[in-house]
């Protein structure tokens, strides 16, 4: 097996096809040099074919001479010998996985410098303080990346040299002070290690490999790959470039720029730069950056060649490009682009006017599939609600959307108040790769260092997190935050607003955020897509959610939860009047009262729904839970005594107290115990169709039965819908269907037999989940999760995506068990998991028929849904 390929392989095929096995970085670095010809420094690419097997058993044969191979080649290339004494060749060490993961795995710069080599680098450059700058650039880097020694420690000897020379700046440090501060690095390395910093290249080189290999088991990698839905079998590739220095003089720099905004999708160049710098200072925000634009005044000669290569890239790759390039003495230099991380609103917006850009020409169906559902959540971000904020400072708005939370300095602080049910705001001077849980956890994100493509900046977008960077005001310290002469310190509130970069100290009310035109275009182009195959409904209880939903494209609603009426804060008397009755004729009074409400209720959503199908669930959860809390009541009743109420409601809750209430008398079986509730509920709704006829509309309604196991449960239920229906004129009995919930293993297994008595299913997949995993969600989640998560013993929380080979095999089974009794038997699903992006191509692929989710997730199942049917027709993302 062959382990490493030049950038200048011939691989026969395009080489950006080939990202599985060079990696996304790898693949585009031998695209731009051997279809685009590029000036992109040469190197060579170790696969992920190599990584797998290093991580499964070690170093692989072979690798070795393959690598001094590919060497031998790059110094021949180059006229320089990695390490030499005199004309020392150095190169990076980069990471690059098939699915960009940036900042989630390891690099290593200026791999080559010794204590001899330095010296031919400042003889060979006539510039001593350039080449043990390097060395202690690489020095930081190795002993960090490589051996493991703690950065703090490492970044101690060179703040102290800036300190005790009074300067802030990097390049004032002059070189005999490098000098010293090397020696202090070296000294340092030996404590942590017990050993010298190695001086042969080869041993730096291996080592560098290993490492990079190894970060792709690193906790932030898997956490980014778990936040991302990145398998985490696939590995990372290895890129080893010659090195080009930004950091050269005042006429090198360095700099990442988009070909077009990625916060707002603009058709202009976007970006930072550094003059005088590496790379790794541009992205970790330990500088401030300029503007691109600054190019133009700093590099006129190479600024117009900047933007050709960008629009030839975009132009190449059919999409925004983001790209990392060198100037080294006035010279051009390309080290890696990729497609471009984006928020929702620029994603939105570049792949509706790529479809109008002769030069690229997306079609409707690669639009729709360029587009990640979740940056339709990304437009969706609410914004401050208040004109009048008191602003406390500014950074750079570098994700769009305000958050209001608790302020948390550490990443660690922000998991714990997370997990507490808090929301929160992650505050940092610059956030690293070891943050990533803790933003993970937050609702906002604010550093005091950074640019806008700081680590910070890049991943809030791709999160689709509000955040703020470079708000060089903050101070932090003693678990505080100060900003001038205001302080707060952890667990107080302030807000962000991503968009215009403001900070304000304590909460700022939100507003939700108004969708962009473009997404209107993108969602209509996704409903041609799937219509007549998949389609999206909306999870609604009254009138203002059913409107809303309507307004978001939903095509009728596919759960309605009528217990949720009853809480109503005039309703729950009632429905307590009716639990609490000892007379028939009193609960016949309550029922009575209980259905006169529920009439408006369905009338306000069959308004609202004209002409869609509602499916409205008769009352599911056990009668308790509409009783106060019985640990509460005997805690009264042993401080102070009840009155007469509470006694008969304390005595109503021993009573219908279960141990174990999910499985106990709740859904049809509380009907077959207490049968008044459902005939009450399909009076209501059967009085509501009548109403909406006589108006002139056109109610479509399919009653759900919760809970049923059997046929003959079904059977008994729908006999009460049929008797009720019966009273009423033809026009209403047409309006009306019946089915179930399909919500046990029993059900899904016998469905062939409850489809004889259901004109539709509706999968519960939230209690599916629970007693086929035999996962209670409430503690599963609080508990046990994570971990699980961490040793891979579960592909996915099951309670946010499908368990395809539990759940899923019983939503299959009963799929075809129940269209083989009835062919016209329609087919949906209810549960969570009808708005999850992954949970719905399964659901496409099972052969449902329609989604259901809340109101607000609709925009993202309706893209999702078209990118289901996409893939089931096998039609590419990407038509090139």
């Known amino acids: 097996m062959t382990f490493a390929y030049d950038f200048d392989h011939d691989h026969g095929v395009a080489p950006r096809t080939l990202a599985a096995l060079l990696g996304g970085k790898g693949a585009n ?68 996985a098939e699915r960009s993961m940036p900042g989630m795995m390891d690099t290593v710069l200026n791999l080559g410098l010794n204590d001899a080599s ?43 040299a800036k300190a005790d020379l009074g300067v802030e700046e990097d390049a004032a440090v002059p070189a005999e002070r490098l000098r010293s501060v090397v020696g202090e690095l070296q000294e340092v390395v030996a404590a942590a290690t017990g050993r010298a910093f190695p001086q042969d290249p080869a041993e730096q080189l291996r ?40 950091n050269r003089d005042e006429r090198s720099g360095t700099g990442v720029g988009f070909t077009r905004d990625p916060a707002t999708g603009a058709r202009e160049p976007y970006g930072d730069f550094l003059v005088n710098a590496q790379g790794e200072d541009v992205v970790a925000g330990i500088r401030s950056t300029l503007h691109l634009s600054a190019i133009a005044e700093r590099f006129p000669e190479v600024h117009g060649d900047l933007l050709a290569i960008f629009a030839r890239l975009e132009r190449h790759f059919r999409d925004m490009c983001d790209v990392e390039f060198t100037i080294e003495q006035g010279r051009l230099f390309v080290l890696q682009t990729r497609v471009g991380k984006r928020t929702g609103r620029a994603a939105v917006r570049i792949a509706v006017e790529m ?43 570098a994700s769009p959307g305000a958050a209001v939370g608790r302020l948390a300095l550490s990443a660690e602080h922000a998991v714990e108040l997370h997990a507490a049910g808090e929301r929160v705001v992650l505050v940092r001077e610059e956030t690293s790769p070891e943050d990533v849980h803790g933003m993970l956890a937050a609702d906002g994100i604010l550093t005091r260092r950074g640019g806008l493509v700081s680590h910070a900046a890049v ?56 969708p962009p035109e473009d997404l209107a275009t993108l ?39 009528t217990e949720h009426m009853f809480l109503a804060e005039d309703r729950l008397p009632i429905v307590r009047r009716m639990i609490l009755a000892s007379r028939p004729d009193e609960e016949k009074e309550a029922l009575e009262a209980l259905r006169e409400a529920q009439r408006a209720d369905f009338l306000a959503i069959l308004e609202a729904m004209d002409g869609l199908p509602v499916t409205v669930r008769l009352l599911d959860p056990p009668l308790h839970e509409f009783l106060p ?42 009907a077959v115990v207490k049968p008044g509730l459902y005939e009450m509920q399909v009076r209501a709704l059967l009085d509501a169709v009548a109403a909406r006829h006589r108006a002139g509309g056109q109610p479509l309604v399919e009653v759900m039965i919760p809970f049923t196991i059997s046929r003959a449960e079904l059977a008994l239920a729908r006999s009460w819908v049929e008797e009720a229906l019966a009273e009423q004129p033809d026009t209403a009995r047409g309006s009306v269907s019946i089915g179930t ?105 099972a052969g449902l028929d329609y989604v259901s989710c809340s109101p607000f997730r609709v925009p993202v199942a309706r893209l999702a849904a078209a990118q289901a049917i996409l893939s089931l027709d096998g039609r590419p993302a990407r038509e090139d």
């Open 29 to 96: 670095l031998a695209e731009m040099t051997s279809v685009l010809a590029l000036p992109v420094p040469p190197g060579f690419t170790i696969s992920t074919d190599a990584c797998r097997r290093y991580l499964s058993t070690g170093w692989p044969e072979g690798l070795e001479a393959e690598v001094a191979g590919h060497l031998a080649r790059l110094e021949q290339a180059m006229g320089r010998r990695l390490g030499d004494a005199v004309d020392p060749l150095l190169v990076s060490v980069r990471s690059g």
């Open 118 to 160: 330095v010296e031919g680098l400042a003889e060979q450059t006539g510039d001593d303080r350039f080449a043990y700058d390097s060395y202690r650039r690489f020095l930081q880097l190795y002993a960090k990346v490589v051996l493991g020694v703690e950065g703090g420690v490492l970044e101690g000897p060179f703040e102290a």
């Open 207 to 246: 080592n560098a490999i290993e490492a990079v290999f190894s970060s792709w088991q690193s906790p932030r990698a898997r956490a980014y790959r778990d936040r991302e839905a990145i398998p985490h079998d696939l590995g990372t590739a290895v890129n080893v470039q010659a090195m080009v220095f930004g």
């Open 355 to 397: 479809a109008g850009e002769p030069e690229i020409a997306l079609t409707h169906a690669e639009a729709v599939a360029r587009v990640d559902p979740t940056h339709v959540e990304g437009v969706l971000h609410p914004q401050f609600d208040e004109d009048d904020v008191v602003v406390a400072t500014r950074g750079l708005g």
């Open 459 to 514: 991943v809030a977008r791709g999160w689709g997190k509000p955040a703020v960077v470079g708000a060089e005001r903050l101070q932090i310290g003693g678990g505080r935050l100060r900003i001038g002469e205001d302080e707060i310190a952890e667990g107080d509130v302030l807000s962000i607003d991503g968009t215009s970069g403001v900070v304000v100290l304590g909460a700022v009310r939100l507003s939700a955020a108004h």
């Open 523 to 561: 969602l209509a182009w996704a409903d041609e897509i799937r219509a007549g195959r998949l389609g999206v409904r909306a999870n609604a209880d009254n009138g203002p959610d059913a409107t809303n939903a309507r307004a978001m494209g939903a095509e009728g609603i596919g759960l309605c939860r």
């Open 629 to 670: 809390d019985i640990g509460q009541l005997a805690l009264k009743e042993a401080r102070e005594g009840l009155t007469d109420e509470e006694v008969a409601l304390y005595r109503a809750a021993r009573d219908w107290r279960e141990q174990n209430p999910m499985l106990g008398t709740r859904g049809v079986r509380l």
């Open 741 to 845: 919930m399909i919500e046990t293993p029993r059900a899904a297994l016998r469905a062939g037999e409850i489809a004889e008595m259901a004109d539709f299913f509706s999968f519960g997949t939230n209690d599916l989940t629970q007693m086929t995993l035999g996962f209670s969600r409430d503690d599963a989640e609080a508990r046990m999760m994570a971990t699980y998560l961490q040793h891979d013993l579960i592909p996915a929380n099951p309670f946010e995506t499908v368990d395809v080979d539990g759940v899923g095999e019983l939503v299959r089974l009963a799929v075809q068990r129940g269209r083989a009794t009835n062919p016209a038997l329609k087919l949906g699903i209810c549960g969570e998991h009808g708005g999850d992006p992954r949970s719905i191509a399964f659901f496409a692929a």
